[in-house]
């Protein structure tokens, strides 16, 4: 008896050839859901953009001029959104002019809002329902464009003085000691505005913009250090980590790395954000369609066809939410309107 006859008596099973073998794995299919829609699935009667996520995933904050994405009375100025994508839960933020921006945990928005005499910076805690102006310099002050560390801490925002001859400030504000705290100085001779505040994860540091000179600086609120990190052209600031900082040019989008300094160009994209961690980037290529790129491995992979913003990656380059027009991009989509969708890779 031959060996091979042996081992079968002996395993009692069959010797399979190995076209017969059990093929490897393909990967999953990513999963997209459409985020922009009330509790029991009802299609949003307006349309919805300008979207971030939570770290884990499960928090998605947007704009929608929808009035049945919640029930009950909507204000005027009720725009704002957060939802819990494992409940279906969409809470409405009151006095919410613009898409607000969430904490990991998904408890503290930030969003601007009418104040007493114009528009304001106010911190939502979803938990209590408790709305707080946090711009705190009184009636002759407006504030806007605010970004919000991972655990809800901190708060950046650009302040505007109503007298002409001041300049727009960046502050951050700390919900834990309930403080203030200049941190756009700019250059000695500076009397330009400074705007347009990202602050990364950890709220360590902060990158803002020259609305002058398109100059970008970053601001180590540890160390106290000012650096000038654009590349030598008018840029505009989109996120920054807590390793990299991404920035959009009229040559295109680049990213620098804060520790090493290497710079990584990509012309002709417009870039819409970078993960928490600094290691995937997303942006928008010349036909709109949305590309997550992994900045280490080049790895690229297109996750949909609209645009994204500031905080629209979670989970490690896992999930990423966006907006969109097109109406195929899940079923049942009849609305005829801009929606938010989450992309999630499996």
């Not at 200049?182 to 400074?194: E, F, K, N, Q, Y």
């Not at 250090?225 to 008018?234: A, E, F, N, V, Y």
Request: one cysteine or more.
């Amino acid at each position: 008896m031959s060996l091979s006859a042996l081992l079968v008596a002996a395993l009692g099973t069959t010797l399979l050839p190995a076209a017969a073998q059990a093929a490897p794995r393909q990967p999953s299919a990513p999963k997209v859901e459409r985020v922009s829609v009330a509790a029991d699935g009802a299609e949003a009667d307006g349309a919805s953009r300008t979207a971030s996520i939570s770290g884990n995933g499960r928090y998605v904050a947007f704009y929608s001029d929808a009035e049945n994405l919640t029930e009950g009375h909507q204000g005027p100025y009720d725009w704002a959104f957060v939802k819990d994508l494992e409940t279906g839960e969409v809470k409405r933020l009151k006095n919410s002019m613009a898409a607000p921006v969430i904490s990991d945990d998904g408890r503290y928005a930030a969003h601007t809002g009418w104040g007493t005499h114009g528009i304001n910076v106010f911190l939502t805690d979803l938990n209590t329902g408790e709305i707080k102006q946090i711009d705190g310099r009184g009636f002759k002050y407006s504030a806007s464009s605010p970004a919000i560390s991972a655990n809800g801490r901190y708060v950046a925002y650009d302040l505007q003085p109503q007298h002409p001859t001041d300049p727009q400030r960046v502050e951050v504000y700390d919900r834990e000691t309930d403080t203030r705290e200049v941190i756009s100085d700019g250059p000695p001779d500076s009397a330009r505005d400074m705007v347009d505040p990202s602050i990364s994860a950890d709220g360590r540091h902060v990158a803002y913009e020259d609305k002058g000179t398109g100059q970008v600086w970053l601001r180590d609120r540890t160390t106290g250090s000012l650096t000038r990190i654009d590349d030598g052209t008018p840029s505009k600031v989109v996120e920054v980590s807590g390793r990299t900082v991404a920035l959009n040019s009229a040559d295109g989008a680049y990213v620098r790395d804060l520790r090493t300094g290497k710079v990584q160009c990509f012309a002709g994209k417009d870039a819409q954000a970078v993960s928490p961690d600094g290691r995937q980037l997303l942006y928008r290529d010349a036909e709109s369609d949305v590309v997550l790129r992994d900045l280490r491995s080049g790895h690229e992979v297109t996750v949909g066809h609209g645009g994204a913003s500031a905080g629209a990656i979670a989970d490690k380059g896992k999930s990423v939410v966006y907006s969109s027009d097109a109406t195929d991009v899940v079923p049942g989509d009849t609305n005829g309107l801009g929606d938010v969708f989450k992309w999630t890779a499996r």
